[in-house]
Each structure stands twice: as structure tokens, then as C-alpha cells.
């Protein structure tokens, strides 16, 4: 019976490669002499420090830029609050969503049941396994998926005939 799984991926190569473009700018730009600016990456969490919130705006705006260049969807990142650390400056803490949460896939589940295609859907840990009996119900529903689906990056993989 043919297959597919829906999942949400994102490539920690290109993060990285990202980060430390990121870092090399805001070390050399005029506007961050001298100020604390920076970001780290640990496991699937940045940590993005500066001086004051303007500065972390723009720490943030270069991030993004990167990983735009790089082919990262930024929408795989969840920012957190801002935290004030000692005087003025501030954190705030991203981190990288990888995998499909409980919540989406349950949405997932329920559109393609509630589209009527003749393909079933499960959840199968952090990914979503659609299966049906023609690959033309696949295709239709990996369509329905890409056009309901947009607050979040989902990618289509292990495809069995």
C-alpha cells in the first residue's frame, strides 16, 4: 500500500553555518562596537544576547537574514520573552521546533478524515504516515496538506510505493 510521511525538519548544518555568519556581522558592524551582541546554539536552542532591545531587534533581524539565505524556514523558530540580565541588557531564548507537535498532527489527522479522500492518516511519533491505495489520493493529499498547513514548515518524505 503506498505511503508517505508528513514531517518538519530542519537542516542543523545550515543553522550553524547560519549562526556563525550571523556572529561574524554583528562582530563587525559599526553599530555593535563594543557592545556584548551575540548568539549561541546549544542542542536545539539559540540563545541571542544584547546590549538593549533595539540592539537585540537587530540581532534578531540579522539572525533571520541568514537563515533566510540559507533556506532555514524561520517559521520552524518559537521565540521566547525577553529576560533582562544584569544593568541594561537582555536575552531572549529561540528555539528550533523539529518535529511535528501533538497538536498539529492531530489537525493534520483530522483534515485529511475530514476531506473524505480515501487515504488514512495516523501519527507515528513526530511525523503523520498517510496511506492510501492509489498514489493519486497521496498526491491530493499532500496538496490539501501544503495549502491548509502554513504556520508551520512541513516537508513530505519516505514515499512508498
Request: aromatic content about 6%.
Amino acid at each position: 500500500m503506498p505511503s508517505f510521511d508528513v514531517v518538519s525538519e530542519v537542516n542543523q548544518v545550515e543553522v550553524r553555518n547560519a549562526l556563525d555568519q550571523a556572529n561574524k556581522e554583528i562582530s563587525t558592524r559599526y553599530d555593535f562596537k563594543g557592545s556584548d551582541a551575540r548568539i549561541e546554539h546549544k542542542d536545539k536552542e539559540l540563545t541571542l544576547y544584547a546590549d538593549d532591545d533595539f540592539k537585540l531587534k537587530q540581532v534578531t533581524d540579522v539572525l533571520l537574514g541568514k537563515l533566510t539565505k540559507r533556506g532555514v524556514d524561520v517559521r520552524a523558530l518559537e521565540f521566547g520573552n525577553v529576560a533582562k540580565i544584569s544593568g541594561d541588557k537582555v536575552k531572549q531564548v529561540v528555539t528550533i521546533r523539529v518535529g511535528i507537535e501533538q497538536e498539529l498532527a492531530k489537525k493534520i489527522v483530522k483534515l485529511i478524515k475530514d476531506s473524505r479522500m480515501k487515504v488514512q492518516a495516523s501519527i507515528q511519533g513526530d511525523a503523520v504516515r498517510v496511506s492510501g491505495g492509489k498514489k493519486d489520493e497521496l498526491q491530493s493529499a499532500i496538496a490539501l496538506v501544503k495549502k491548509s498547513i502554513t504556520e508551520f514548515p512541513v516537508q513530505f518524505g519516505n514515499f512508498r510505493d
